[in-house]
């Protein structure tokens, strides 16, 4: 916000409050004198001094009216090494600061014993130590009446707190510390009252890998067990909801979120070391959360971020050279929606896009629209002012092109950022939220929407001082809540600026903080993977869903500060990708030997997956198409379907040509030609019939015609002698030979009788055929190929 933003115009505020500050001004003039009157050396001793650190823990009530008392306790130590004697804890009240740097000013020097001290309340408001001892802390508490503060006009006053006493090497009364805070004065309702909307975030670090169990619900696995310890009792996420739920607030949401504790609702495991998997126990506590933030949110304004909170500038200055990286945002808006409605029954809010601290170029803008949001939450140390307005305009800017820059109130926003575990650090850090909120309404009588915006993710501490202060804010006399959407729909101021700034002004600090472009590189990487895998699957779902969301939170702007952490998820899912993809391979083969001019080839396809997978192709490729052809040619294809957790063999005709070894690459494709999973070599090893064995085949052949023509010869020749024997006697006596009824034998010895029949039995030593009939089983590795 420009400085000019701090100073009141004359024509925008009325006479009467320029009065009553100049009234109070002029009271100030003599303590002023005063202080400048203390003689030199004073000031200089109590530079030197051994000093005493002053802590107020707690103010209340933190915006007073009239007829309140006012109780201030906390503690004070000595840090020096001399006992501090006759000291007193007092109560001051400074000077009302009348501008916003002013504040700024005073919360810079909180406890600079130079700058000016006003003088105390008085001595019955007082609580007195006779020592204090070195290094020990000592309690103290002080009420007073709002009435003897004086505090006179509307508006914020410096209030110190302040240990006054001595020491042996300065025995002088002298302030030894002290504490400034604020004392925001509105005792009655404002003319005008500010519009605030303060955004309240539950938005988490990515919990949930890619990873998910077999069974049919899909198991989901978590990075580790610390969602349960940040939604349990006294967690981060536990305190954000249990204060909000109180105020009046919108709620700005990642759906991650939601959707990582509704996984805990059910079975879930946690993420070990290698493969190594514990179960969850936290199904009751999850339950618990998400049934208190469907309570709370059921009647408030819920804006549900794009899904895992994606870095918009990172994306903007590094993603979007990168093929569908702006994709990603898309689907992460499209889920946002649905998610909320499905977790937490209400309806959210999608119109709004949140960069880093607000932070904003033309480039992020451009992002942050291009998935349908219309409103852009941007900041003030952002979209400065330019224009020399003397007050701080209201958060909606037209920034052309039918979006609208929301911008948020930087010093409100940043209000509660460092570390608010200590009382008096929570304390400070209230009063001044609630002081520059009462300097902002009194810089005009104009009515303005304001909208504070606070870090992602606050802690239980920082939460708890937000609540605080918001608390008062919303029971104050100058402040009425309004949601965000209603912000965004206001009158713009027609003086504020409406430029956004240009990409060389971004802040080196956040920049250094964003994705390089290796991360979506590897980002698109995954996703081709991805697309090639889906295909091959009869239920895409199982995979495309948890991979998909996988994605989103690898450009979540939760991984910034946080860059090996970032690296290591975005490996993860691409390794368990890459497992995946696995599961559906080709079997390796080894050397096959191929006897004759004809065989099958066999090729196993396994699916380790519990699902079936198909649409596949598979290739196999002969290397040496002139010595071995697959179906006819250089290779052959045919289609594949394997159920999930089976393996199938896929048969292959080939053809030989010549001897010798030819390697043969087979190779699973997707329908529409895309190289799946890794390839598997293997040699076929050819051989033909040589001339040698046609020669022994020959020679073979030669001898069974010969036996058979003699055998012929045999028959001719007994055929004959019977003939003559069965002739007239030349000696006339014509009887035959009793002993010889069939005439005389013509076997050579050890033949048979006649040359066997058909009902002949075989013999043992008949060979048996050469070739068993073919099989319809898969074949192994290394079998012997059909033929």
């Not at 009446?145 to 020491?167: A, C, I, M, R, W």
């Not at 959407?485 to 250094?512: E, F, M």
Request: glycine content about 8%; hydrophobic content about 35%.
């Amino acid at each position: 916000m420009a400085e000019a933003a701090d100073f009141q115009a004359t024509s925008a505020s009325p006479a009467r409050r320029w009065l009553w500050r100049a009234g109070a001004l002029l009271a100030g003039a003599p303590l002023l004198a005063g202080v400048l009157q203390l003689p030199a050396s004073t000031s200089a001793q109590a530079a030197t001094s051994d000093t005493v650190d002053v802590s107020v823990d707690s103010l209340t009530p933190s915006t007073p009216t009239d007829g309140d008392t006012l109780t201030v306790s906390g503690t004070v130590t000595n840090n020096g090494k001399q006992t501090v004697t006759g000291a007193h804890v007092g109560l001051r009240v400074g000077p009302m600061l009348t501008t916003r740097s002013a504040i700024d000013s005073t919360a810079q020097h909180a406890d600079d014993l130079q700058a000016s001290i006003g003088s105390e309340v008085g001595d019955k408001y007082v609580e007195k130590f006779a020592k204090l001892t070195p290094g020990v802390a000592e309690h103290f508490e002080i009420s007073v009446p709002v009435n003897k503060l004086d505090l006179g006009h509307d508006g914020v006053y410096e209030f110190d707190v302040s240990l006054s006493g001595q020491t042996s090497a300065q025995p002088w009364e002298q302030v030894l510390g002290i504490r400034r805070t604020f004392l925001p004065w509105q005792p009655s309702e404002a003319g005008t009252k500010t519009k605030t909307t303060y955004l309240w975030p539950l938005i988490s670090p990515v919990h949930v890998t890619a990873k998910t169990g077999a069974g049919e619900l899909q198991t989901p696995v978590f990075l580790n067990d610390d969602l349960a310890k940040d939604i349990a009792p006294g967690g981060r996420l536990d305190q954000m909801l249990a204060l909000g739920k109180d105020l009046d607030v919108t709620w700005v949401i990642d759906p991650d979120l939601l959707a990582s504790v509704d996984a805990m609702t059910r079975n879930y495991k946690i993420q070990g070391d290698g493969d190594t998997t514990t179960t969850g126990t936290h199904q009751a506590l999850a339950k618990k959360w998400l049934a208190g933030l469907q309570q709370a949110v059921a009647d408030k304004e819920v804006v549900a971020l794009p899904f895992a909170d994606p870095d918009l500038a990172s994306l903007a200055h590094n993603g979007t050279s990168v093929t569908g990286s702006l994709s990603h945002l898309k689907d992460a808006t499209d889920v946002a929606a649905t998610t909320v409605k499905t977790v937490l029954h209400v309806t959210p809010n999608t119109d709004f896009a949140w960069p880093v601290d607000g932070a904003v170029d033309p480039s992020i803008i451009k992002v942050a629209t291009s998935a349908g949001a219309d409103n852009v939450i941007a900041r003030s140390d952002s979209l400065q002012e330019a224009g020399g307005l003397s007050y701080t305009p209201s958060a909606a800017r037209p920034i052309g092109g039918g979006t609208t820059a929301v911008v948020a109130d930087a010093r409100l926003s940043r209000a509660f950022e460092g570390d608010l575990t200590k009382a008096d650090s929570a304390t400070l850090a209230e009063q001044e939220f609630l002081a520059q909120s009462l300097e902002l309404n009194g810089q005009t009588d104009e009515q303005r929407n304001i909208v504070v915006a606070p870090q992602r993710m606050p802690t239980a501490s920082q939460a708890q001082a937000m609540a605080a202060a918001l608390s008062a804010l919303q029971g104050s006399n100058w402040s009425q809540s309004q949601d965000l959407a209603a912000a965004a729909k206001a009158k713009p101021d027609p003086g504020a600026t409406t430029r956004i700034p240009s990409t060389s002004v971004y802040p080196s600090s956040l920049r250094a903080g964003e994705m390089p472009r290796s991360a979506f590189e590897q980002i698109a990487r995954t996703q081709d993977k991805l697309d090639n895998f889906r295909v091959v699957l009869t239920d895409e779902s199982r995979v495309v869903t948890p991979f998909g969301r996988a994605m989103n939170r690898e450009m979540s702007t939760s991984w910034r500060g946080r860059a090996p952490e970032a690296d290591s998820y975005r490996s993860g899912v691409e390794a368990w990708l890459d497992d995946l993809t696995d599961q559906v391979k080709l079997i390796d083969k080894s050397e096959t030997k191929l006897s004759g001019r004809s065989a099958t080839i066999p090729v196993t396809v396994q699916n380790n997956l519990v699902q079936p997978a198909g649409h596949l192709v598979l290739r196999l490729t002969s290397t040496m198409p002139t010595r071995l052809k697959i179906g006819g040619k250089a290779y052959a294809e045919q289609p594949v379907e394997v159920s999930g957790g089976h393996s199938q063999s896929v048969k292959f005709t080939t053809s030989a040509n010549a001897n010798g070894r030819v390697t043969v690459i087979a190779q699973l494709y997707t329908q529409d030609g895309q190289e799946y999973g890794d390839p598997v070599s293997f040699d076929v090893k050819v051989t033909e019939v040589t001339p040698t064995v046609m020669l022994v085949i020959g020679g073979g052949v030669l001898l069974l015609v010969l036996a058979g023509f003699r055998m012929y010869t045999q028959r001719k020749r007994a055929a004959a002698r019977q003939a003559q024997d069965d002739g007239p006697d030349d000696a006339g006596e014509g009887t035959d030979s009793p002993g010889n009824p069939e005439g005389p034998s013509d076997r050579l010895p050890g033949e048979s009788d006649g040359d066997g029949g058909a009902d002949d039995p075989g013999q043992p030593s008949d060979p048996t055929p050469d070739t068993a009939p073919e099989s319809a089983d898969p074949s192994g590795t290394g079998e012997r190929v059909d033929r």
